[in-house]
């Protein structure tokens, strides 16, 4: 671990990168306020969202959780809907597996930490050491940021009760869109990317939140190396 901030702070990631995600961890933040304040303004105790930030570390799946739980919801049901947003992480962990390291320890730790700010950071840069670099400073940035964020949104009581008020719900989708737009290079990257975008938009108002982009990983399929069948090989010369 103490070779990955030796190799961040020494000069792999230019300013702007180390600028953009503070960018992003402050207003994980602002977003880990808001998920603090809704879930104490439900009526759950404060060590609720707090720890619910520790251990699953997953704001998409924790508003969903304490969504569901407060309008009177099975908890095993929301337990459920979380793992099947958090669905998308395994082949966003393929992705991005380079920049665990080698160690479990440092491979647990690094996959416990993922989030898509992280992965989109990560898959901008090129090489293994700036790679790993991305991914650890905005996964520990994220982590620290998001679990304050969390404590003070419950102490404060439900001071925000709504993200949407301050446009924060948009801030996100807009941050990754444009770390992504760099990578979508290749037609067939394009293909996929406009593919699962169709599907998530055309589903998104009949399925419960979260199936939209789980089924848009159908897209990924547009993007197989399918390869054209070979050529015939040529008639040997008879001798």
């Known amino acids: 671990m103490r ?4 190799t961040s702070l020494s000069g792999p990631l230019d300013r702007a990168l180390v600028r953009n995600i503070a960018l992003v961890c402050l207003a994980d933040a602002l977003v880990g306020v808001s998920f603090g304040a809704i879930a104490v303004s439900t009526g759950l105790p404060l060590w609720v969202p707090v720890m619910l930030s520790l251990v699953v570390f997953a704001g998409a799946s924790q508003f969903i959780f304490i969504g569901l739980v407060a309008s009177g919801g099975n908890p095993f049901a929301a337990m459920l809907a979380g793992l099947l947003v958090n669905m998308r992480h395994v082949p966003l962990g393929f992705a991005v597996a380079d920049a665990f390291g080698e160690r479990l320890r440092d491979r647990l730790f690094g996959s416990y930490l993922m989030a898509d700010e992280t992965v989109a950071f990560t898959m901008t840069q090129q090489g293994t050491e700036k790679r790993r670099a991305a991914y650890w400073l905005c996964g520990i940035g994220l982590f620290l940021c998001w679990n304050l964020g969390t404590l003070l949104g419950a102490y404060g009581g439900g001071f925000i009760k709504d993200t949407n008020v301050l446009g924060l719900d948009a801030a996100f989708p807009a941050v990754l869109l444009a770390l992504l737009l760099p990578s979508l290079t290749d037609a067939a990257i394009r293909r996929a990317a406009a593919i699962g975008a169709a599907i998530a ?25 399918f390869k054209s069948p070979e050529a015939p090989l040529e008639h040997r010369s008879q001798p």
């Open 201 to 225: 938009l055309v589903t998104s108002p009949f399925l419960p939140a979260g199936m939209p982009v789980i089924l848009a990983l159908v897209g990924v399929l547009a993007a197989w190396p």
């Open 3 to 6: 070779s990955i901030w030796r």
